[in-house]
């Protein structure tokens, strides 16, 4: 069982940044491939972006140009770095890992889940 835990949350304004990060347990991190999601009160739990145990980046259209994914595998962590943040960013947004190290935007494709941070976003 592989534990996950995201920081880096909270309550920013319009036009600011932050950045997410995703600690993990266990020793193949490598080998996992990372995403990011994000659920907003009301809606569907939604991809946002994940890179793979190749390096290879997928980003969902409404981040795409916005947001970036990056990994430290030294580190056993995954970072999402937020810019221009907007309203529709307010979310919680979970870290992911799938053991394949293929995942993309299906949530299914994910084996391991983190407890999530909040992303406030206010005009």
Do not use: H
Request: aromatic residues 14%; hydrophobic residues 30%; neutral net charge.
């Amino acid at each position: 069982q592989v534990q996950l835990v995201e920081s880096g949350g909270g309550l920013v304004q319009a036009g600011d940044s932050l950045r997410l990060s995703c600690a993990a347990s266990g020793s193949t991190f490598s080998t996992y491939g990372m995403g990011w999601f994000r659920q907003a009160p009301g809606k569907e739990r939604e991809f946002v972006a994940s890179i793979t145990r190749w390096d290879k980046t997928y980003y969902a259209d409404s981040v795409k140009g916005r947001f970036t994914i990056s990994r430290n595998n030294g580190k056993n962590t995954v970072y999402v770095q937020m810019n221009r943040l907007t309203v529709e960013d307010t979310a919680v947004y979970y870290c992911a890992a799938d053991r394949e190290g293929t995942g993309f935007r299906f949530a299914g494709e994910y084996d391991y889940w983190g407890q999530g941070t909040q992303v406030t976003v206010s005009s």
